[in-house]
Protein backbone atom coordinates (compact mmCIF):
# COMPACT_ATOMS: atom_id res chain seq x y z
CA UNK A 1 0.00 0.00 0.00
CA UNK A 2 1.44 3.10 -0.99
CA UNK A 3 0.68 6.69 1.11
CA UNK A 4 0.32 9.42 -0.86
CA UNK A 5 1.86 12.73 0.66
CA UNK A 6 -0.39 15.28 1.68
CA UNK A 7 0.56 18.77 0.91
CA UNK A 8 0.13 20.78 4.04
CA UNK A 9 -0.92 24.84 3.37
CA UNK A 10 2.04 26.37 5.51
CA UNK A 11 1.20 30.03 4.56
CA UNK A 12 -0.85 32.27 6.12
CA UNK A 13 -3.03 34.94 4.61
CA UNK A 14 -2.41 37.81 6.89
CA UNK A 15 -4.19 40.49 4.64
CA UNK A 16 -7.79 39.70 5.95
CA UNK A 17 -5.96 41.33 8.87
CA UNK A 18 -4.40 44.33 7.44
CA UNK A 19 -2.89 44.88 4.03
CA UNK A 20 0.24 45.47 5.08
CA UNK A 21 2.23 47.57 8.29
CA UNK A 22 1.25 51.13 6.66
CA UNK A 23 -2.80 50.04 6.60
CA UNK A 24 -4.77 53.21 7.99
CA UNK A 25 -7.13 50.06 9.62
CA UNK A 26 -4.52 49.93 12.02
CA UNK A 27 -4.39 53.44 13.33
CA UNK A 28 -8.10 53.07 12.95
CA UNK A 29 -8.48 50.66 14.90
CA UNK A 30 -6.20 52.03 17.85
CA UNK A 31 -8.07 55.07 18.02
CA UNK A 32 -11.75 52.84 18.21
CA UNK A 33 -10.25 51.21 21.13
CA UNK A 34 -9.22 54.28 23.17
CA UNK A 35 -12.58 55.93 21.97
CA UNK A 36 -14.14 52.68 24.13
CA UNK A 37 -11.70 52.84 27.10
CA UNK A 38 -12.38 56.91 27.09
CA UNK A 39 -16.02 56.29 26.94
CA UNK A 40 -15.66 53.38 29.56
CA UNK A 41 -13.68 55.99 32.04
CA UNK A 42 -16.19 58.79 31.56
CA UNK A 43 -18.86 56.28 31.99
CA UNK A 44 -17.81 54.29 35.39
CA UNK A 45 -14.36 57.01 36.85
CA UNK A 46 -16.09 59.51 38.52
CA UNK A 47 -18.36 56.47 40.54
CA UNK A 48 -17.84 55.79 44.08
CA UNK A 49 -20.71 54.44 46.20
CA UNK A 50 -22.45 52.81 43.15
CA UNK A 51 -19.64 50.18 43.31
CA UNK A 52 -21.19 48.76 45.87
CA UNK A 53 -24.23 48.43 44.77
CA UNK A 54 -24.52 44.23 42.93
CA UNK A 55 -26.56 45.48 39.76
CA UNK A 56 -24.51 48.53 39.00
CA UNK A 57 -20.98 46.60 39.69
CA UNK A 58 -22.61 43.83 37.04
CA UNK A 59 -23.32 46.25 34.32
CA UNK A 60 -19.46 47.56 35.10
CA UNK A 61 -18.03 44.33 34.96
CA UNK A 62 -19.97 43.38 31.86
CA UNK A 63 -19.08 46.63 29.74
CA UNK A 64 -15.53 45.89 31.25
CA UNK A 65 -15.69 42.40 29.97
CA UNK A 66 -17.04 43.75 26.37
CA UNK A 67 -13.76 46.37 26.54
CA UNK A 68 -11.28 43.83 27.10
CA UNK A 69 -12.70 41.10 24.20
CA UNK A 70 -12.91 44.04 21.72
CA UNK A 71 -11.56 42.93 18.43
CA UNK A 72 -9.71 46.22 18.12
CA UNK A 73 -7.53 46.03 21.26
CA UNK A 74 -5.45 42.80 19.45
CA UNK A 75 -5.71 42.51 16.28
CA UNK A 76 -2.78 44.73 15.45
CA UNK A 77 -0.97 43.13 18.12
CA UNK A 78 -1.85 39.45 16.61
CA UNK A 79 -1.17 40.61 12.84
CA UNK A 80 2.36 42.09 13.57
CA UNK A 81 3.16 38.91 16.30
CA UNK A 82 2.60 36.55 13.36
CA UNK A 83 4.48 38.87 10.80
CA UNK A 84 7.39 38.24 13.29
CA UNK A 85 6.71 34.49 13.57
CA UNK A 86 6.37 34.15 10.11
CA UNK A 87 9.84 35.73 9.57
CA UNK A 88 12.29 36.10 12.80
CA UNK A 89 14.42 39.03 11.22
CA UNK A 90 10.82 41.33 9.79
CA UNK A 91 12.63 43.96 12.28
CA UNK A 92 9.25 46.19 11.02
CA UNK A 93 7.14 44.07 12.45
CA UNK A 94 9.27 43.92 15.51
CA UNK A 95 9.42 47.90 15.91
CA UNK A 96 5.84 47.99 15.08
CA UNK A 97 5.25 45.66 17.66
CA UNK A 98 6.86 47.43 20.31
CA UNK A 99 5.34 50.80 19.44
CA UNK A 100 2.29 49.08 19.42
CA UNK A 101 2.53 47.71 22.93
CA UNK A 102 3.57 51.00 24.36
CA UNK A 103 0.45 52.62 22.96
CA UNK A 104 -1.69 50.07 24.40
CA UNK A 105 0.07 50.05 28.24
CA UNK A 106 -0.51 54.08 28.14
CA UNK A 107 -4.68 53.40 26.74
CA UNK A 108 -4.59 49.93 29.28
CA UNK A 109 -3.70 52.33 32.09
CA UNK A 110 -6.30 54.88 32.09
CA UNK A 111 -8.83 51.73 33.29
CA UNK A 112 -6.54 51.36 36.46
CA UNK A 113 -9.01 53.07 38.51
CA UNK A 114 -11.74 50.72 38.11
CA UNK A 115 -9.34 47.11 39.40
CA UNK A 116 -8.50 50.05 42.34
CA UNK A 117 -11.63 51.25 43.16
CA UNK A 118 -12.73 47.75 43.75
CA UNK A 119 -10.29 46.50 45.86
CA UNK A 120 -10.77 49.68 47.83
CA UNK A 121 -14.07 49.08 48.97
CA UNK A 122 -14.64 48.33 52.48
CA UNK A 123 -14.99 44.85 53.74
CA UNK A 124 -18.41 44.64 54.42
CA UNK A 125 -19.06 46.04 50.81
CA UNK A 126 -16.81 43.36 49.16
CA UNK A 127 -18.64 40.69 51.62
CA UNK A 128 -22.01 41.29 49.98
CA UNK A 129 -20.47 41.28 46.43
CA UNK A 130 -19.14 38.00 46.74
CA UNK A 131 -22.22 36.65 48.02
CA UNK A 132 -23.98 38.00 45.46
CA UNK A 133 -25.86 35.32 43.11
CA UNK A 134 -25.99 38.33 40.09
CA UNK A 135 -22.09 38.39 40.15
CA UNK A 136 -21.00 34.40 40.94
CA UNK A 137 -19.73 34.98 37.19
CA UNK A 138 -17.54 37.99 38.37
CA UNK A 139 -16.90 36.24 41.93
CA UNK A 140 -13.21 35.03 41.00
CA UNK A 141 -12.04 37.77 39.29
CA UNK A 142 -13.93 40.01 41.98
CA UNK A 143 -12.06 37.88 44.97
CA UNK A 144 -8.43 38.56 43.33
CA UNK A 145 -9.16 42.16 43.82
Avoid: C
Avoid at 61 to 71: F, G, Q, R, T, V
Avoid at 80 to 85: D, M, T, V
Amino acid sequence: MEMKKQKNNTSWNLSVLYKSALDPKIEQDIKRFEAHVTAFVKKYGSWKKEYANPKLLKRALMDSEKLSASPEAGRAGYYFGLRRELNAKDYEAEKKLNILSDTLTKIGNKLIFFDLALGKLPLQAQKKLLADKGLSKYRYSLKLL
